[in-house]
């Protein structure tokens, strides 16, 4: 028998995992607080916070709720919000979405009153939550979504959203040509300074179910002529590169976790921050497995949170981020 070689044998990747303090110091990847982003919901008409059952331990804010929220987020390390409105109303043209009274606007309106100056305010930029048929847009007379009207409803709501106080907008239509006449539409108003944060790489994803029930979403179907094809990997750059000609500020792959190669090959082409969103199937998948004793909770998510940076998300949104970020400010994550 040949014997090993001495150089071969003296070569053990093993010594790098040899105790705590050495795994530390050559780990690749880290997290902070800093870069999480919260998602928060804020649902029209309610007195008191009220659980969603799809989403464990997450909640629809009432109005009166929302700073107290924003406090802890505050507390806890994160630096932006992402505000998503439920209205008590809706019609087929979304027409909520931009009235300066309506749910989005004032929630915009509280957030930069009392979180403004220690928060970047986010708010998403889409019609879903606020049209009868649940689609992201206006519709055609024959059902389908009309891209150029829905670019002129999403300038309406941008501006709208700017004039409540609104730091960065979230763009999560997929509709063509979004971002630069969003942007267009912001400077010609006076907006210069409110960023673009494009959802450039949206795919049509079975993951968004839970969050479909946070909204109340009356949506039958799907949103496959919109939202990108799960089957795509090349096209995603494409559209990120669309919507950094066009004047995106930061650029979003959504889903993260089924998306984690999208990630990287964005992570390779892009010169403005990457983020990427842990979306809601993604959240709950993780706390009902480990609700059933399937999971270690804490463990799975600090994983799961570790890998999305590890692909080369610069930013992630996740309804993790308060927790995780207390967790982070006040002891960093767990070595053990
Ligand atoms: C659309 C929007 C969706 C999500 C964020 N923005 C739903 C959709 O496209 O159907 C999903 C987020 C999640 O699942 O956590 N405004």
Redesign the pocket.
């Known amino acids: 028998m040949m014997k090993p070689q001495e150089g071969a044998v003296s070569l053990r990747p093993r010594r790098l995992r040899s105790t705590n303090a050495m795994r530390s110091l050559v780990a690749e990847t880290s997290l902070e607080a800093r870069q999480l982003m919260a998602?928060l919901f804020v649902r029209e008409g309610l007195e008191a916070p009220r659980p969603i059952d799809s989403l464990p331990g997450v909640v629809q804010h009432s109005l009166s709720s929302l700073p107290g929220a924003l406090q802890e987020v505050i507390d806890s390390g994160v630096k932006s919000v992402m505000l998503?409105a439920v209205p008590e109303v809706r019609d087929a043209l979304g027409s909520m979405a931009s009235h300066p009274e309506g749910i989005i606007s004032r929630a915009v309106s509280v957030a930069a009153e009392t979180a403004g100056s220690e928060l970047v305010i986010g708010a998403?930029v889409?019609l879903?939550?606020f049209t009868s048929h649940g689609h992201?847009g206006v519709l055609t007379s024959d059902g389908d979504v009309d891209n150029d009207q829905t670019v002129l409803a999403y300038q309406e709501m941008s501006v709208a959203l700017a004039k409540a106080g609104a730091d960065l907008l979230g763009l999560?239509?997929m509709m063509d040509g979004q971002v630069g006449a969003v942007r267009h539409a912001l400077d010609d108003s006076g907006f210069k300074g409110v960023s673009i944060l494009a959802?450039a790489a949206?795919y049509a994803s079975n993951?968004?179910?839970?969050?479909?029930d946070a909204v109340e979403?009356p949506?039958e179907g799907n949103?496959k002529k919109y939202?990108m094809d799960w089957r795509n990997r090349r096209e995603a750059l494409r559209e990120i590169s669309l919507d950094i000609e066009q004047g995106a500020d930061i650029v979003m792959v959504?889903?993260a976790v089924s998306y984690l190669d999208v990630i990287r090959d964005a992570s390779q082409i892009v010169d403005v921050p990457l983020a990427a969103?842990i979306?809601?199937?993604e959240?709950s998948m993780i706390e009902l497995a480990a609700k059933h004793g399937l999971l270690d909770r804490e463990a799975t998510i600090w994983e799961t949170l570790f890998a999305v940076r590890r692909a080369g998300a610069d930013i992630i949104c996740t309804?993790w981020a308060v927790e995780f970020a207390t967790k982070l400010s006040t002891g960093g994550f767990p070595l053990d």
């Open positions: 998602p998503f998403d889409c879903d939550e992201c999560s239509g959802y949206k993951f968004y179910g839970p969050f479909r979403s949506l949103r939202q959504k889903p969103y979306v809601s199937g959240y309804y």
